[in-house]
């Protein structure tokens, strides 16, 4: 069994300091399962001179420990702030603080002083979550810290309790439209493989954040759409009616959407990169290179899949579902000891 957190405390955890930079799907899933366990007081930054000291002493003051999303420069403040009042703080990390990928301008580790502060972070915080084996061993290489402070639990998500089916020849792509996106999450990629399958529908849906979809609207055509920002329910029916979703990223510390897609009987079609191929496990086609061509391939040989839409939701309820994250989550507050979390 692992090792818990460094610092011996025998306090009861009642109150949480719930810290974060963007109030994204995942974050929020965290933020509620801790709310149905402790009161949890929620500190969001939005911009970097807006860092509100005197207003997070107090709230560090307040809470018996931090609960941190990512290592940059939003939990900088709050990691020393919590040292210097002797309190917990457990960081799970692991996207863009731990990555390094340069084509595509994407990862704290890519400048020295982010890469500096991201490991003065993970170094002086209690205990760090990652969200997958591949992700924590990216934490460890870059912040040279031992293994017994990093623990390994799986994002978990609801179950929407609805069975696959209806499924067409879709294509889909989920993840929010900007520059760093179109190459880093593939999203051109997907979009120029519609070209090659005019017979197969393929759908990218996700927010425009900056102006970057309109080098998009080239790909546009009768069978491929650039829906931008869709609201829950029609994101829902997007899943269920996609009979394949497409994730050619360069990175990913778990990949969430894919998931999503798979709970709905979707075949996952991902790149060989970050936590992909860990997470779809032998229900997942991985490309052999991020080509279009490539991907019309495994589109094109999908009759030779041999799970079922039930098969690759079962695989998701299993191994990835709140029950999971929530009880390790709380095990590792509640026990002070987080280790790897097994399914």
Partial sequence: MRAGFNQANTMEIQRILFVHNALTSFVRIDRDILAEEYEVEEFGFSSKFKLRPIQLWKAVKRNDMLFIWFASWHSLLPVIFAALQKKLTVLVAGGYDTANIPEAKYGNQRNWFKRLVTRYILQKVSHVICNSGFSMRETLKAAGISANKVSMIYHGIPDSGIAPSGKFDMALNVGNVLEENLLRKGISLFLETGQLLPAYKFVQAGRWQDKSHKKLLKYVSSNVELKGF??????????????????????????????????????????????????????????????????????????????????????????????LRTRALINCINERNCRVAKS
Wanted: glycine share 6%; aromatic share 10%; with cysteine.
């Fill in 230 to 323: 869709v609201e829950e329910e029609e994101l829902r029916t997007l899943y269920w009616q996609s009979r394949v979703y497409v994730q050619p990223s360069l990175h990913e510390g778990f990949g969430l959407s894919v998931i999503e897609a798979m709970q709905a009987g979707c075949i996952p079609i991902v790149s060989s990169h970050g936590a992909l191929p860990e997470i779809v496990g032998k229900y997942g086609i991985i490309l052999e290179d991020l080509t279009p061509q490539a991907i019309a391939k495994s589109i094109s040989l999908l009759h030779k899949y041999k799970f079922t839409p039930m098969e690759i939701r079962d695989f998701v309820l299993n191994n990835y579902n709140l029950k």
